[in-house]
């Protein structure tokens, strides 16, 4: 457990920097600019050091340090993360808010906007902090909890490959064990670890449970790979019955129509951020490239239907020409085709367009589709007819909604992420939306861009 303990350690240590620097940086900054003869003493706000420790354990009853402090074991999913991060700083500067205006304290001192610009920053980087530090511990494998992984075939191959590349859970596999208990129990003792991640059928792990709840302080148990909403699930217990109560957002009217208005609202404040590339982009591709500005493509929107969408030209004008020659005189580039519908070095694109990908702003013209109503800010990729069939069976929940600009997908490093891949998680996204889902994943696609990470 000391690596897990000093993994939680380390994340508090993140969170209490972001919150002291943040307050550090707004005070200064409303000292410096802000407007009339401010007069706040800076060192007042060292009297309110209590609120840093009220904020670290409203996170530890979030159980954003790894579940229990004491005890650490696998942490919330991202998106939980964000939510209850967000939880965390509003209830902590409201407070501080409320214990000012309780105690009485004198208004001259302290300013009501440096509290609440301070408590929007901590909510916002919060969780970019805290996966800063975790990529720094994973990329020097620090802090590593170590785990046990049971089970046998493809499917526990796949959690181990997982779980070694993904610096949120932070788990270490110390070792794969097929499903005998007693093994698996006297290999967890010999070696000290206290957590189990369990990739077994539902009846062998249910003949063994009771061997190893005895072996192990936390038990990961992963039943299928069936795809079902668990991002928002909790348990329930009906007499002794015990599952899972799985929430389908999609069917809420009133979280359908947040998203509309969260799409709207965003993709204006977006179009009139972005509206000098408008202007820019379109000049830059006529003196480079004969040819029209933007290049629709016929894709399938929500339930099949037929949608064009948008986007700055990046090809040159006979790129399907140029697509057949390649296809049919390099057999490596034709299987990269049939197999990922792209191309890495992909000849059709023009060098400004090979910009215009790496950045994503050939897809600036497609906030126009969102305004229309063809596609949502944030959804599954606006596939093309012959790709139905990698979807199978998932098609018609993949199809349920409207496409996005950017999604899951993208967010999990777009064109570096294999095509089953993409697929399994444009169908977790639809079974698994909520809007905070979408503004992690806006979070997670600006980071993706401006690192120009995994583009082609």
């Known amino acids: 457990m000391k690596f897990g303990r000093l993994r939680v350690l380390l994340l508090m240590l993140a ?5 002291v620097g943040v307050w550090a940086f707004v005070v200064w900054a409303y000292r410096a600019l802000g ?4 007069k706040f003493g800076a060192e007042f706000y060292l009297r309110l050091w209590p609120a ?13 340090y790894h579940g229990s402090v004491l005890y650490p074991a696998a942490p919330v999913h991202p998106v939980e993360e964000l939510r209850r991060l967000f939880a965390s700083a509003f209830i902590t500067h ?36 805290r996966d800063l530090l975790r990529g720094v511990l994973h990329r020097f494998d620090a802090t590593r909890i170590p785990v046990l992984l049971t089970g046998d075939g493809e499917r526990a191959a796949r959690v181990a490959a997982a779980l070694d590349r993904d610096c949120h859970s932070g788990f270490r596999v110390v070792e794969t064990l097929p499903g005998d208990s007693r093994e698996i129990a006297s290999v967890a003792k010999a070696k000290g670890v206290r957590i189990l991640v369990a990739c077994q059928d539902p009846r062998l792990f ?14 990961e148990y992963l039943p299928s790979d069936a795809a079902f909403p668990v991002f928002g699930a909790q348990s329930v217990s009906f007499d ?3 599952g899972l109560e799985m929430v389908n957002q999609r069917r809420m009217r009133a979280l359908r129509h947040e998203k509309w208005v969260l799409d709207k609202l965003l993709s204006f404040i977006a179009f009139v951020l972005l509206s000098p590339f408008f202007v820019i982009v379109p000049v830059l591709i006529k003196l480079t490239s004969r040819g029209p500005v933007f290049y629709r493509q016929d894709r399938l929107g929500k339930r099949g239907r037929p949608i064009r969408v948008w986007k700055f030209r990046s090809m040159y004008v006979d790129a399907d020409e140029r697509l057949k020659e390649i296809l049919a005189s390099d057999p490596a580039k034709r299987a990269e085709w049939e197999s990922n519908f792209k191309l890495s070095d992909d000849p059709r694109v023009t060098p400004l367009g090979r910009f215009l990908r790496k950045t994503s702003i050939d897809e600036f013209p497609q906030l126009f589709n969102v305004f229309a109503g ?14 139905v069939a990698h979807y199978g069976d998932a098609y018609e929940t993949f199809s349920s909604v409207k496409p996005g600009i950017t999604g899951l997908w993208q967010a999990s490093g777009r064109s570096d992420t294999d095509y089953a891949r993409r697929v399994a998680l444009d169908v977790q996204y639809v079974l698994n939306w909520s809007p905070w889902m979408d503004i992690w994943i806006l979070f997670r696609t600006f980071g993706a861009v401006f690192l120009m990470r995994g583009a082609r």
């Open 52 to 64: 840093a420790i009220a904020y670290l354990a409203i996170n530890a009853v979030f159980r954003l």
């Open 15 to 19: 969170d209490l920097a972001c919150l």
């Open 240 to 242: 002794g019955a015990c």
């Open 94 to 129: 409201i407070g501080v808010i409320a214990y000012l205006a309780l105690a009485y304290q004198s208004t001259e001192h302290y300013s009501r906007a440096v509290i609440v610009i301070s408590g929007v920053l901590t909510a916002v980087l919060a969780q970019p902090i």
């Open 374 to 387: 063809d596609m949502a800010l944030v959804g599954p990729r606006p596939i093309v007819e012959k790709e």
């Open 206 to 219: 249910q003949c063994q449970m009771t061997e190893l709840v005895q072996a192990f302080d936390q038990i």
């Open 35 to 38: 407007p009339g003869h401010y």
